[in-house]
């Protein structure tokens, strides 16, 4: 292997001690310094030093099971729904001729909206009140108003209500995600499929017509087309998306705090939101930077097993 000259090293590392400055500074940092905090009493001020008292604490804290159960419930429901339909849509305007440009921005518009702003908007569509629009939708079809994200029941129990079952085991409500939360899921699914399919667009547009035209002189059908040609070429970005869901989806706060209501109680508690209380309502600093770095572990440990088993799957050519 050729030695590289000492200047050009020297070139090199000055071009990227920027970008390594910001790195440590907004990135490493904090993390070291939410370390020193955790093993801290810590309200207003540094307290006494406890060691690892806080994550002993945490073992037996239901309020952190409960936010990585309702985080699972949020990450399950809306990846795989994302995926799915960003890969549709990204088939589908693949294929047409005409406005694959005002659709781009359509489908695109949603992500680049301030994420407060919306929220607020999709609030009032999913209020409870018998005039919001997703009443409005529901009773058109015959059904009963629902309370949305002020339903603390789970999808399932409410279901269950609907076809006349008052009563329903108590695991139904424990082991399916609340109305208020699937309200949520379908938020970021709104917000997020325009962004998954922009960027699966431009992965379509990266694969050979020769490929194509080859499978269709061999007879190959569409599903035949996408089964072999098109899913294995477009593999990277869906894991790309996959992974920077799954990061998101365990990190999202911002709308899912503008989204929370009374009503839903803890059902739509993420651990951002548990952290977020930690600090603001009990003013416990020291407990809520333990429960960021056990989010911050749990992460990734998530997106190793996922580069470990989902990255093996990936088709990066020949």
């Known amino acids: 292997m050729k030695k590289i000259p000492l200047k050009e090293q020297a070139i090199a590392w000055g071009f990227l001690s920027p970008a390594l400055l910001i ?12 370390l020193y905090i955790s093993l801290h009493r810590w309200r207003i001020k540094q307290e006494a030093f406890i060691g690892v008292g806080h994550y002993v604490r945490a073992l037996d804290d239901p309020t952190l099971y409960n936010g990585f159960k309702i985080t699972a419930f949020y990450a399950l429901g809306t990846i795989p729904a994302e995926l799915v339909l960003s890969t549709g849509l990204a088939c589908l305007l693949f294929n047409i001729l005409r406005g694959k440009g005002f659709f781009r921005v359509i489908f695109f518009l949603p992500y680049i909206t301030p994420i407060i702003a919306s929220a607020v908007v999709f609030r009032t569509l999913f209020s409870p009140h018998p005039s919001s629009m997703a009443n ?3 009773s058109f079809w015959g059904l009963d108003n629902q309370r949305w994200l002020f339903e603390n029941k789970s999808a399932v129990a409410v279901l269950l209500k609907g076809i ?12 399916f995600p609340s109305l208020a939360l699937v309200s949520v899921i379908l938020y970021n699914i709104w917000v997020y499929v325009g962004y998954d399919t922009v960027i699966l667009l431009a992965a379509l547009s990266a694969i050979p017509s020769h490929y194509y035209e080859a499978a269709e002189m061999d007879g190959a059908n569409p599903w035949q087309s996408f089964r072999h040609i098109t ?5 990277p970005t869906l894991f790309f998306l996959s992974t920077v869901a799954l990061i998101g989806t365990f990190k999202a706060f911002n709308h899912i705090y503008i989204l929370r209501t009374p009503g839903a109680r803890d059902t739509i508690d993420v651990l951002s939101v548990v952290i977020f209380d930690q600090i603001f309502q009990n003013h416990n600093a020291g407990y809520a930077a333990a429960l960021a770095i056990i989010l911050f572990i749990a992460i990734l440990v998530l997106t190793l097993v996922q580069n470990r088993i989902v990255g093996r799957r990936v088709f990066y050519g020949d």
């Open 164 to 175: 006349g079952m008052s009563t329903y085991p108590a695991w139904v409500d424990a082991c």
């Open 231 to 235: 899913l294995p070429l477009i593999s």
């Open 136 to 138: 409005r939708f529901w």
């Open 23 to 34: 790195l440590l500074v907004f990135g490493i940092w904090p993390i070291i310094y939410a």
